[in-house]
């Protein structure tokens, strides 16, 4: 399993970013995936979270932190989960990761708010 993190960077607040996550070596559209993120210092935090279920049926949740301001979706036909942060706030500063329910992660991709 080979989980591909990009798209982090610097912005500034209230700018927004799109991290991708490519994944290979799985069927990935078996797979239930998740966004996390660690900030210096502090725990690994879940950030969202996105079904394997087909699009009519697939379900998103998130954390209340993030809740109207990221947006996870997936192309299966791309191997590819995203997050959409808008809205970004310093608290955001973190390295996020991907993560294959619940067995397998991604290196991470920083993203930076100042």
């Known amino acids: 399993v080979q989980l591909v993190e990009s798209g982090g960077g610097l912005v500034q607040p209230g700018e927004s970013l799109r991290l991708s996550c490519v994944a290979s070596?799985?069927?990935?559209?078996?797979?239930?995936m998740s966004w996390v993120r660690q900030a210096p210092g502090k725990e690994v935090e879940w950030v969202a979270g996105?079904?394997?279920?087909?699009?009519?049926?697939?379900?998103?949740s998130y954390a209340d932190s993030v809740k109207g301001r990221f947006t996870i979706s997936r192309d299966n036909a791309m191997n590819t989960v995203y997050l959409q942060l808008n809205a970004l706030k310093t608290e955001d500063t973190a390295t996020y990761y991907c993560?294959?329910?619940?067995?397998?992660w991604g290196r991470g991709t920083q993203v930076t708010v100042s």
């Open positions: 070596g799985i069927t990935f559209s078996r797979h239930d």
């Open positions: 993560v294959k329910h619940w067995d397998a």
């Open positions: 996105i079904t394997s279920l087909p699009s009519l049926f697939r379900a998103a």
